[in-house]
Nanobody, 125 residues
Framework: VQLQASGGGLVQAGGSLRLSCAASGGTFSSYVMAWFRQAPGKERMFVAAIYRRGGRTYYADSVKGRATISRDNVKYTSVHLQMNSLKPEDTAVYYC??????????????????WGQGTLVTVSS
């Protein structure tokens, strides 16, 4: 499966964005899907994940209450990240990823095998 992220852009602090990740060449019904982000000069950090069975969601503390990860439960070909109340520190390239990490490893980027190309989110103050 290949992943294509989209939806990034420039937004003012306090605004919202909805990022999307589209799968091609297959579906992600058997994968954990996640979003990571990487700010300039920093390492890639976990943002959110949605589990393959039941759709249970997990969030980094930095976005909890402001982000919602969701997926298409019919075709399993799209995952979305709704980000609200955006802050300048949310500025980063956002990547979607697919993998099969155990629950304790959801935030470990090394456990995801497939990555989208990234979409840039810039939040102005």
């Amino acid at each position: 499966v290949q992943l294509q992220a989209s939806g990034g852009g420039l937004v003012q602090a306090g605004g919202s964005l909805r990022l999307s990740c589209a799968a091609s060449g297959g579906t992600f019904s058997s994968y954990v899907m996640a979003w990571f982000r990487q700010a300039p000069g920093k390492e890639r950090m976990f943002v959110a994940a949605i589990y393959r069975r039941g759709g249970r969601t997990y969030y980094a503390d930095s976005v909890k209450g402001r982000a919602t990860i969701s997926r298409d439960n019919v075709k399993y070909t799209s995952v979305h990240l709704q980000m609200n109340s955006l802050k300048p520190e949310d500025t980063a390239v956002y990547y979607c990823a697919a993998g099969n990490p155990v629950m304790s490893g959801l935030s470990d980027s090394r456990l995801y095998s497939t990555w989208g190309q990234g979409t840039l989110v810039t939040v102005s103050s």
